[in-house]
């Protein structure tokens, strides 16, 4: 559908004034956002702006993205094939969009990481009768890009770039035909979604967002870009009001007189019946561990909302999820954990075989991040241990040792 020129001043106006763009020639790390412009109040007030002034997140946008002509493209490969990571902000706008498919083949010919955020939208196939006039330079870039993602494919195990080159081959041809409508692109993203086995997180939780970009590049922030430390994507903490404690008529709290003048006081002793010394107010203490003056109130929620930070297991969870080289180094280090047990220990004993499962599990694992050495050596070393355990169990039974 596109901006038309008010709405197209208006982002600008606003990414001007609420964004700081990082681009490649900064030599920071940053991530590329990749979105429609239908959806650029959602994407940028709604999540890339909070996460940059509540974070510190490093980002590259084109502030003024225009299709009249294919000027763009260029800008395009260079801040894509910079950046540490892409964040795709998917919608129905979006995988109808041939700018935003070039966009996507770029990072993956360009192996970078890539992470898709849902802005809720149910997706659907689109109109075989909307052929958008795709420029003769966005038409080359995408027919040269999807023969070399054809090259690099041919001796690769990754899932996204198989994926990516099945969703090209579904529209070479029609590109070359200038026959590619709405209907082809979608198709061809919801394949590439179904196939790659992508795991969107959602627009509406952005904790869940940020814990899965520090898990892929935790160097893209930088905290002299926070200007609003509060965190909006959490509810403000509560101010827990204490629970008035009931107080009999005949019982005065030793705050209530305190606070009552002499005058009163004398007023009040005077009219009142005598009343046995043994009456006391109950006094209550704080528990062990709690600060002197606070006293635990009964019947408040226990549950604090969370920070907007995730804690370890969702990092640990969120790098096995993305393939982090963090799992191949966990894999090597229960290798040599293993091994060190194996010296010191029975061969027999659990401590060594839990560490001879995790580096295994661990290195198969990491042969799909960046770091597959470190998963071979995993590998390796656990396999030999594991032979090593099985050849000393033969021996023994026979009695040789």
Not at 85 to 108: D, G, N, P, R, W
Not at 321 to 337: D, Q, Y
Request: aromatic letters at 6%; glycine letters at 6%; proline letters at 6%.
């Amino acid at each position: 559908m596109g901006l038309n020129t008010v709405q197209k001043k208006e982002r600008a106006d606003y990414l001007e004034t609420n964004l700081n763009i990082t681009e490649c020639s900064q030599r920071k790390p940053y991530a590329f956002i990749s979105y429609a412009s239908d959806n650029w109040e959602a994407v940028f007030k709604s999540a890339v702006v909070p996460l940059q002034k509540q974070h510190g997140l490093r980002v590259y946008a084109d502030k003024a993205f225009d299709k009249v002509n294919d000027k763009w493209i260029v800008p395009m490969l260079r801040n894509v094939r910079g950046a540490d990571l892409m964040i795709a902000f998917v919608s129905q706008s979006y995988i109808e969009s041939y700018a935003c498919f070039l966009e996507l083949l770029t990072a993956v010919n360009s192996k970078k990481q890539s992470m898709f955020v849902s802005l809720g939208e149910k997706l659907r196939l689109g109109d075989t009768t909307d052929q958008p006039e795709v420029e003769r330079g966005v038409k080359n870039e995408i027919l040269n890009q999807g023969s070399n993602l054809s090259t690099n494919t041919n001796n690769t195990s990754n899932d996204i770039m198989r994926a990516m080159k099945s969703a090209y081959t579904s529209l070479s041809t029609l590109l070359e035909q200038d026959a590619l409508s709405k209907y082809d692109l979608s198709d061809a993203f919801i394949n590439f979604f179904r196939d790659a086995s992508i795991n969107q997180k959602t627009i509406h939780d952005l904790g869940a967002v940020l814990g899965t970009i520090e898990s892929i590049s935790g160097s893209v922030f930088d905290p002299s870009l926070i200007t609003d430390p509060v965190n909006m994507t959490e509810p403000a903490a509560p101010v827990w009001e204490p629970i008035p404690q009931p107080v009999s008529p005949q019982i005065q709290t030793a705050e209530a007189v305190q606070s009552t003048p002499p005058e009163t006081e004398a007023i009040h002793q005077s009219r009142e019946p005598s009343r046995p010394e043994t009456a006391q107010q109950p006094k209550v203490t704080p528990e062990a561990g709690q600060p002197e003056g606070e006293v635990k109130q009964y019947g408040t929620p226990s549950a604090q909302p969370s920070s907007g930070r995730p804690g370890l297991m969702r990092r640990i969870a969120e790098g096995w999820k993305n393939n982090s080289p963090v799992i191949a180094l966990v894999g090597t280090i229960c290798g040599v954990l293993g091994l060190i047990t194996l010296c010191t220990t029975s061969i027999t004993g659990v401590t060594f075989l839990f560490f001879c499962i995790i580096g295994i599990i661990c290195g198969a694992k990491g042969l799909k991040s960046r770091e597959k050495i470190l998963s071979v050596a995993a590998l390796i070393l656990c396999g030999l241990e594991i032979v090593f355990l099985i050849v000393s169990g033969v021996l023994v039974a026979m009695g040789i040792v």
